[in-house]
């Protein structure tokens, strides 16, 4: 189970911190992150991270958006900085197992609005 939270109404310019808790068979050195989806378009990649320090980032997000993990606590992090009014959209969690089943969160909403 997957579930996301730290969504919200943000200015444009300011930031917001998602946090994904993640329970059952979770293994560290499995894929977690975060996709979006805005209305009307697909769900695109945010961030993803595997173990260690293999990172992946969508070219709208980098340089701006921060993933982390602690796997101790079986938790993901975003950190959203600069956030822009493109960046609104339900932010979905994901978790890929061991043979590539991807699940997922319900999501949580992020709007950048002034």
């Known amino acids: 189970q997957l579930v996301e939270s730290g969504g919200g109404l943000v200015q444009p310019g300011g930031s917001l911190r998602l946090s994904c808790a993640a329970s059952g068979s979770i293994f560290s050195l499995n894929t977690m992150g975060w996709y979006r989806q805005a209305p009307g378009k697909q769900r695109e990649l945010v961030a993803t991270s595997t173990w260690g320090d293999d990172t992946n980032y969508g070219d709208s997000v980098k340089g701006r958006f921060t993933i982390s993990r602690d796997n101790a606590k079986n938790m993901v992090y975003l950190q959203m900085n600069s956030l822009k009014p493109e960046d609104t959209a339900v932010y979905y969690c994901?978790?890929?197992?061991?043979?590539?089943?991807?699940?997922w969160g319900r999501g949580t909403q992020v709007t950048v609005s002034s």
């Open positions: 994901i978790y890929r197992s061991s043979i590539g089943t991807n699940y």
